[in-house]
């Protein structure tokens, strides 16, 4: 009889980062990334679906949809979710660490694209923009994995044109900087109208355009761009989808700011 190996904290946390980047469709054991992580723990990739599907019994959202996950292994996955809840920065940079460390590789060396700005930085700066920038990159996954890889606005599906738009944005507040609550997918053209306010979104989802921009109703770039996406309803996501408080903090602290009368 196979003596069973119990799960460490460590394996617990990388089952966890891969739970917040695939859909709930994705987790069997027949996915590549599943199969990966299977291979990095020196575990079936059934082990690692079912773990996943242990992770979804923790999660709120997929209860919403009347999706309940496995059980079984609550207990051990729950405050693992707890943690992920009360601490988003230091979880998802952990998890990360240690997925670079079961691949032989040191987090800078993971995501050096990310960091070839901060040879000069020593000490508590370099870590703490390590940090960030890690962090930073793990949400866009995040964010692009819940909207299916396509833009909200436009249905574009191209990753390298979509940007994990924030709703509050990442200097404005610690606590909800990774909250998957607080992201929005969007190509360029539309995450930069968002972020300065001349585009916004109200809490039935539906896009408002600013009465500044709307000077311009003249022009073939609004036409084109953004006469036909007023009022429409932003494509949701099935898992997290923008809080609503949220969109009503954008709407009072940036978009009105450009409104002209």
């Not at 946390?13 to 027949?30: Q, R, V």
Request: hydrophobic share 35%.
């Amino acid at each position: 009889m196979t003596q069973r190996i119990l799960w460490t904290r460590d394996e617990l946390i990388l089952a966890f980062n891969l739970y917040l980047k695939l859909p709930f469709g994705k987790m069997h054991h027949s996915t590549p990334e599943v199969i990966e992580l299977a291979t990095i723990l020196n575990r079936s990739p059934n082990s690692i679906a079912l773990r996943l599907g242990n992770f979804a019994a923790c999660d709120p959202f997929e209860h919403k949809r009347g999706i309940k996950g496995l059980t079984g292994g609550l207990k051990q996955c729950k405050p693992i979710w707890d943690e992920f809840i009360n601490n988003k920065e230091s979880l998802l940079y952990e998890s990360e660490r240690i997925l670079a460390g079961r691949q032989n590789k040191t987090i800078e060396d993971k995501f050096k694209e990310f960091l070839t700005d901060i040879t000069e930085l020593k000490g508590e700066s370099r870590n703490q923009l390590v940090k960030a920038r890690v962090n930073q990159n793990i949400f866009r996954q995040i964010i692009l994995c819940n909207y299916n890889n396509r833009c909200a606005i436009t249905g574009i599906d191209v990753p390298d044109l979509l940007i994990a738009s924030h709703i509050i944005p990442w200097a404005e507040e610690v606590k909800e900087r990774l909250n998957p609550e607080n992201g929005i997918c969007l190509s360029a053209l539309y995450d930069k109208a968002y972020d300065k306010g001349l585009i916004g979104i109200n809490e039935s989802y539906k896009i408002l355009i600013s009465s500044e921009l709307k000077q311009r109703q003249d022009t073939d770039f609004y036409n084109k761009h953004f006469a036909s996406i007023d009022g429409q309803r932003i494509e949701l996501p099935k898992k997290f989808k923008p809080r609503k408080e949220f969109l009503q903090f954008h709407l009072d602290t940036i978009f009105e700011k450009r409104n002209i009368i």
